[in-house]
């Protein structure tokens, strides 16, 4: 079984991943302890940078989770204003006691003004 530290790892790689896939800069960020802003930084195309806390697991509190990875990047020292902090979750479910879990996809969770913001 793959430790969750593992797991958050090899998701945060994925999302960089995809995102240089689509021709975007990305990179993950170098934890922080108390300064820590996140997980992964991408600069969109218009030279805005999003930032990003990847989640891998079987259940989360959206709005939870999204106001502690804003928080996060609030206090952060980066050497960029980000546009907007956004929770990406990959679903996990349990397949039974002692088997693997089956990833159920991949969403992005932000507010409706960052959302609406975007489509600008």
């Known amino acids: 079984m793959m430790k969750p530290r593992d797991q958050g790892t090899r998701a945060e790689t994925e999302v960089v991943r995809r995102c240089h896939l689509r021709k975007l800069q990305a990179w993950r960020l170098a934890e922080g302890g108390i300064r820590d802003a996140g997980d992964v930084a991408v600069r969109t195309g218009s030279g805005d940078h999003v930032v990003l806390e990847v989640k891998h697991r079987e259940n989360l509190s959206a709005h939870q ?12 020292d980066l050497p960029f204003a980000p ?16 088997k693997r879990r089956a990833p159920q996809g ?13 489509l600008r």
């Open 106 to 118: 991949t969403v992005v969770i932000l507010t409706l003004d960052d959302f609406l913001g975007l």
């Open 83 to 98: 546009l907007l902090t956004a929770v990406v979750w990959k679903r996990s479910t349990s397949r039974g006691e002692g």
């Open 65 to 76: 989770a999204l106001h502690t990875a804003t928080e996060k990047t609030v206090k952060a």
